[in-house]
């Protein structure tokens, strides 16, 4: 977890936002002084409501509101409803997040959702443990937050790509190719998505025919698309945001594209919309791209309940974990009785595994009013969180893109890191 960007999308838009609280500590200190210690658990957002990743906005805020509706229609947390969130845009610009990061925190939140791109977090993770404020992501994969040194605020509910890289290549495999080109974002995603590939796909006797990382400011992919040519495979993994549909086009163009080669992208590519964007008059030119991503269409009964609260999403992308990480801070809030994050935090892994299981906030809550531990299952899957706060396992989509260009779940596959 050292710096930088992640993950993409559709529009470029860019909100100022003032700062809300001054000083080359951000908002911390200031923060931690404005908190209501009241016993009633706030929550604010940085998630984007413009900016690159636009589109993976709604979904996330929506099962954010979501969440926040079955646990006040449970009872609320501490027997007080948890108010409305603060909001703030990460806006696809580091300095724009961590400005929102600041006036949430000045709010008085006692827990921060997001951001969506691991290099926002990374723009603001300090401002926001630093001031002794829970945060958690249901969408920051980058393997660089394992280790952060966060003292224990820091919590993810999405995957590490170090789970995820093992299915793409094993799916890279199975479809029979053996000279593989890859290019990603010179970012924390990009670069720990390319890594963990690449050791996976060679682990299996794939040979790395290239391994690229591009400047994601580039206006301007001709060079990479010729060197991924030049090389010749018969597979390329493209690790990108929705820049990526640029790349696809120039691949199209020179010949190597899905109706040539295998071509292959992660969580950062997975939209419905990437065809429209790729190839505006012919969705169809993308048939028989493939993919990984962490599973967002797996639970029927979540997905049907979302869309009755929210008939006008599109995307589900990283949903249900967003869902599973309001639900384990409100779960860690009644099992610590104090909506202190100094305190709860220390229960966040705990009431993911090792008790009964349950699966809603209100079954839970009465396992804990009982005086049991409980082993909460999310609507993304199992978290059985490790100590480092995030999933020893995870539920891995793959999708392809049909005939006509449309996306579909081919299969989810459930992939477990190192014992």
Do not use: W
């Not at 998630?47 to 906005?57: D, H, I, N, S, V």
């Not at 400005?99 to 926001?128: E, H, N, T, Y």
């Not at 998505?193 to 060679?202: G, K, N, P, V």
């Not at 978290?383 to 396992?393: I, R, S, V």
Request: charged share 20%; hydrophobic share 40%; glycine share 10%.
């Amino acid at each position: 977890m050292h710096t930088s960007i992640r993950r993409s999308a559709i529009f470029l838009g860019a909100a100022t936002l003032l700062l809300a609280a001054c000083g080359s500590s951000g908002g911390g200190a200031s923060a931690a002084a404005a908190r209501d210690e009241d016993g009633v658990l706030k929550l604010g957002y940085v998630l984007p409501e413009t900016g690159q990743l636009a589109f993976l906005g709604p979904p996330q805020i929506q099962s954010m509101k979501f969440a926040i509706k079955a646990i006040n229609d449970a009872g609320g947390v501490l027997g007080k409803p948890i108010p409305a969130v603060v909001s703030g845009d990460e806006a696809g610009q580091e300095a724009v997040a961590a400005q929102s990061a600041d006036r949430v925190l000045a709010s008085g939140v006692d827990a921060i959702i997001g951001a969506a791109a691991s290099g926002m977090s990374l723009s603001f993770i300090d401002r926001v443990t630093g001031a002794g404020v829970v945060q958690c992501s249901g969408s920051n994969t980058a393997p660089t937050f394992t280790d952060y040194e966060d003292d224990g605020f820091y919590f993810r509910t999405a995957p590490s790509d170090v789970l995820q890289a093992p299915v793409l290549a094993d799916v890279i495999q199975a479809d029979g190719h053996d000279r593989v080109a890859l290019v990603a974002r010179a970012d924390d995603y990009g670069r720990g998505l390319l890594e963990s590939t690449r050791d996976a796909l060679e682990e299996g006797g794939t040979e790395v025919v290239v391994a690229e990382t591009y400047d994601t400011r580039a206006t301007n992919y001709d060079q990479l698309v010729q060197q991924v040519r030049n090389a010749n495979p018969d597979g390329v993994v493209v690790i990108s945001f929705e820049e990526g549909a640029q790349i696809l086009q120039g691949l199209i163009e020179a010949g190597v594209g899905p109706q040539q080669i295998g071509v292959y992208g992660a969580d950062g590519l997975r939209s419905a919309e990437l065809p429209s964007l790729v190839a505006p008059r012919n969705p169809e030119r993308l048939a028989g791209m493939k993919g990984t991503a962490p599973a967002s269409a797996s639970n029927a009964e979540y997905v049907r309940q979302l869309k009755a609260f929210a008939p006008e999403l599109k995307e589900l992308q990283f949903a249900p974990q967003v869902f599973d990480c309001v639900t384990t801070i409100a779960l860690a809030a009644e099992q610590a009785k104090s909506d202190d994050p100094g305190a709860f935090s220390e229960e966040m892994v705990g009431v993911t595994k090792d008790g009964d299981k349950c699966t809603s906030f209100a079954a839970c809550k009465e396992l804990l009013a009982d005086g049991r531990n409980i082993d909460y299952d999310g609507v993304s899957g199992p978290l059985e969180f490790t100590d480092a706060g995030e999933p020893g396992q995870a539920t891995i989509e793959v999708y392809t893109y049909d005939d006509q260009g449309k996306l579909q779940t081919v299969r989810t596959e459930v992939s477990r890191g190192e014992e």
